[in-house]
């Protein structure tokens, strides 16, 4: 390719590296979370900067943003070191979107959406219904990154069950074209998973 490089410089502007970050990796998958406060509110909201950490045991990880006073969902995954990751199905994508909103402390997402908050089994944080795949996670460590303008916590949990719509999975094999999953692209983005290609690995 004969095209000019642009080259920048990260530590000249967060909002930049931020708009960056957010086009380069994608798509991205999308950690639709359920807490539930000391108080017992219920609290649902969507993060992009999601994924798989390993599967003995089977962590995985989200990110949330700094903010002060801290978001709901930070501040009830430290209070109560539970939470449930909830997967995003095209079904369910426009009532996820409004979850996204900065509403004030307090607020039921869950109530704005419409969605369905019922109990899980190892975890006080419900699962949402409409979710095709639930799982309930014990926090295992929070890593507070960043406390500068748009820096964040990344929290780590185990699974400690999972919930799967069985319509969908074949031999414990999730058929993605069921599921429908979601994924997040740049600016206001969404991606559909239906046009998929295989690759097979080499044999080494």
Partial sequence: MNSETLVVD?????????????????????????TISSNGAYNLAPFSFFNAVCS???LITFATGHRVPPKDT??????T??????IVSEEIAEKMNLC?????GGVSEFE????????????RAPRVL?????MECRVL?????????????????EVLRFHLDAAIVTNLRIDPEKLRAVGRMGANEYTRTRDRFQMIRPQV
Avoid at 22 to 31: D, F, L, T
Avoid at 130 to 134: A, H, K, Q, V
């Fill in 10 to 34: 990260p530590s000249t502007s967060a909002t930049h590296n931020y708009r960056l970050l957010i086009g380069c990796i994608v798509p991205r998958p999308i950690a639709f979370v359920s």
């Fill in 56 to 58: 003995e045991p089977p």
């Fill in 74 to 79: 930070l501040a009830n995954v430290r209070a």
């Fill in 81 to 86: 070191g539970e939470f449930v990751v909830n």
């Fill in 100 to 104: 996204s909103g900065e509403y004030p």
């Fill in 112 to 123: 704005i959406s419409g969605l369905t908050p019922v109990a899980s089994d190892l975890v």
């Fill in 130 to 134: 409409e979710s095709r795949i639930n």
């Fill in 141 to 157: 460590q929070i890593l507070d990154l960043s406390t500068r303008p748009m820096g964040g916590s990344l929290v780590i949990g």
